[in-house]
């Protein structure tokens, strides 16, 4: 199969389609934005029929949403019945979960915080809210707020999307607070206790790349899927670069010791779910934060430097491996100087629902500037190759901003390219930019660089096409298994393999030379790659680390230490094996 991706554009009244380019998009990829929702990607979305589907806010008063009736191609915005429930907590930007639950014939709705719990057969009828004495009521919108925290169950804790388990015996809902733990439900929603245990992840070591800790997530935002063996499986938030996973054989009551999970991804959301063909789906930013400055997080949240992409993995074994690895959206302004504006928070949040010929429909991002809906083809994971000709392309299919590292606003830095498109190809040198630079914090990210996303693999090769400028002081080029940001000079220290072209006898500048990477296996101190130049043989590459997926970036940086000339990069391939 072959996962495409078309992306367009969006108002939330009506699909308007823009061009790939204009949303930042590589134009190989065939990505449809559709819409714009109304809340905060993770929460809100929900299949209604077989062709229609709305996304809900989050607003206490007023309450919209933008609804499809053609299975996601165009929406239109709607307001909601007084019937139903208005958002008690929380704040607007996050809309509800809410859930059908196919055995038990009904919806679920569950606030994220000041958790009431809604029910209803029917989205625009009569919504019920669940009392502390296991009944339904009709009146909580007589009620005021000091009755209905004395009368309505209340859960704790930020939650996720309620799900059916044990054939639909039981609901559950992950909700986080020092850890994740369950909210469980055995009759249909009416009354609620707490799972036994819960997931609590220990903090990271200070690695060497960080100069200082990091915000400190102990496993939180938890996502679920049900295996076919009557496991429970989430996957949860963490501060070390992988999400972290945990079993439960009791439909949720007791957690197995949280692991790592074969995700990259610090400090961001993951979600699971499964298609009707039996498949896992996995959605989450497969990208590495930039490392901690000197004093950190000074106790709460920083910048986050890792919310600009999206990427899709497909299970078919029910866990036990993944593919794919692959980009779906790339953030169209990652590269802006005013990015603040958006504040920090990117594209990781998501939810999906299924559509049919193998699509998926995506809800995700996190503040309105960076929200999109999307229609995206599973079988992207299912590719095996890709190319890139930076002269006929252009950028749009590589990350290559830099930070200028002063927050801003939310935990946000602003940034710039830190890689420019000539007539010959991407330029990549040291940049003669102070701006790039904060002196207190020990961080200088005037290296320039970029990454690009291929088809993950534990044996294959990529080869690249560049040219030395004169008075350039040569790249390092790196094989990795996550997307490090091209201005991260810790990359060729974290990859799996690197190599330098450096001007002298093999490298001279104005001349083009082909590398070709080929490798054989992703173990630390086993695996080898070797490297030809031009055709011929030039290195062997033992791997520095292990990986738990196989290759799925192609990184390239300055290898200079002041301002240069650089290096120009032609074209990429790379093939899985």
């Not at 009521?137 to 859960?155: F, G, H, I, N, Y």
């Not at 799972?195 to 997530?217: D, F, M, Q, T, Y």
């Not at 079993?247 to 699971?272: A, V």
């Not at 078919?316 to 690895?325: A, L, P, S, V, Y």
Request: proline share 6%; with cysteine.
């Amino acid at each position: 199969m072959k996962f495409h991706i078309i992306l367009g554009a969006v108002s939330s009244i009506m699909a308007c389609a823009i061009t790939n380019a204009d949303n930042g998009i590589p134009k190989d990829l065939n990505i449809e934005v559709v819409a714009t929702p109304p809340a905060d990607g993770g929460r809100g979305l929900i299949r209604v029929s077989k062709n229609e589907i709305r996304h809900y806010s989050g607003d206490r008063k007023n309450i919209k949403y933008i609804v499809s009736k053609d299975n996601g191609k165009t929406w239109t915005d709607a307001q909601a019945p007084d019937s139903y429930p208005p958002n008690y907590g929380g704040i607007a930007k996050e809309a509800p979960a809410i859930t059908w639950l196919p055995k038990h014939k009904q919806f679920i709705r569950v606030q994220p915080i000041k958790g009431y719990v809604f029910l209803t057969d029917n989205l625009d009828g009569q919504w019920k809210a669940v009392a502390k004495d296991g009944t339904l009521t009709s009146d909580w919108a007589q009620m005021t707020d000091d009755e209905r925290k004395e009368k309505l169950v209340s859960l704790n804790g930020i939650m996720r999307s309620p799900l059916e388990v044990n054939d639909g015996k039981r609901i559950i809902i992950p909700a986080h607070g020092n850890g994740t733990f369950f909210h469980i439900s055995d009759d249909g929603g009416k009354t609620w206790t707490k799972s036994k245990g819960n997931i609590h992840v220990p903090a990271p070591e200070l690695h060497p790349r960080n100069k200082a800790k990091r915000w400190l997530n102990t496993g939180v935002e938890g996502t679920v899927v049900e295996l076919k063996d009557g496991r429970l499986y989430c996957v949860v938030r963490t501060s070390h670069d992988q999400h972290w996973q945990a079993f439960s054989s009791d439909h949720g009551d007791t957690w197995t010791k949280p692991e790592k999970s074969p995700f990259f991804g610090t400090l961001t959301m993951i979600t699971l779910g499964r298609l009707k063909d039996g498949r896992l789906i996995s959605l989450w930013t497969d990208t590495a934060a930039m490392p901690e400055g000197k004093h950190g997080n000074k106790g709460g949240e920083n910048a986050f430097t890792n919310r600009d992409s999206h990427h899709i993995a497909v299970s078919e074994d029910d866990g036990k491996t993944w593919i794919g690895f692959r980009e779906i959206y790339l953030n169209p302004y990652r590269n802006d100087e005013k990015y603040s504006a958006g504040s920090d928070l990117g594209s990781h949040q998501s939810e999906f629902v299924e559509l049919d010929n193998g699509k998926i429909l995506i809800s995700l991002g996190q503040n309105p500037r960076h929200r999109k809906i999307i229609i995206a083809p599973v079988d992207i994971a299912y590719q095996k190759t890709r190319t890139t000709d930076l002269v006929k392309d252009g950028l749009d299919a590589w990350t290559y901003h830099t930070f200028i590292p002063k927050p801003v606003g939310h935990c946000a830095y602003n940034r710039k390219p830190s890689a420019t498109l000539t007539d010959e190809g991407m330029l990549i040198r040291f940049l003669d930019d102070d701006t790039l630079i904060n002196e207190p914090e020990e961080l200088d990210y005037r290296a320039g660089g970029a990454t690009w996303n291929f088809p993950n693999a534990k044996t294959g090769t990529v080869t690249v096409q560049f040219k030395l400028q004169p008075g350039g002081k040569g790249i390092h080029l790196s094989l990795t298994d996550r997307l490090f940001n091209g201005c991260d000079m810790s990359t060729p220290e974290q990859a799996i393999y690197t190599i330098d072209a450096i001007p002298g006898k093999t490298f001279q500048p104005n001349k083009v030379y082909t590398m070709s990477f080929q490798w054989n296996g992703v173990e630390k101190g086993k695996s080898v790659c070797y490297v030809r130049v031009n055709g011929k043989p030039y290195k062997k590459l033992v791997a520095q680390e292990d990986s738990p997926v196989g290759l799925n970036y192609l990184h390239i940086i300055s290898a200079a230490t002041e301002p240069d000339e650089g290096a120009v990069i032609i074209r990429a391939k790379a093939q899985q094996k």
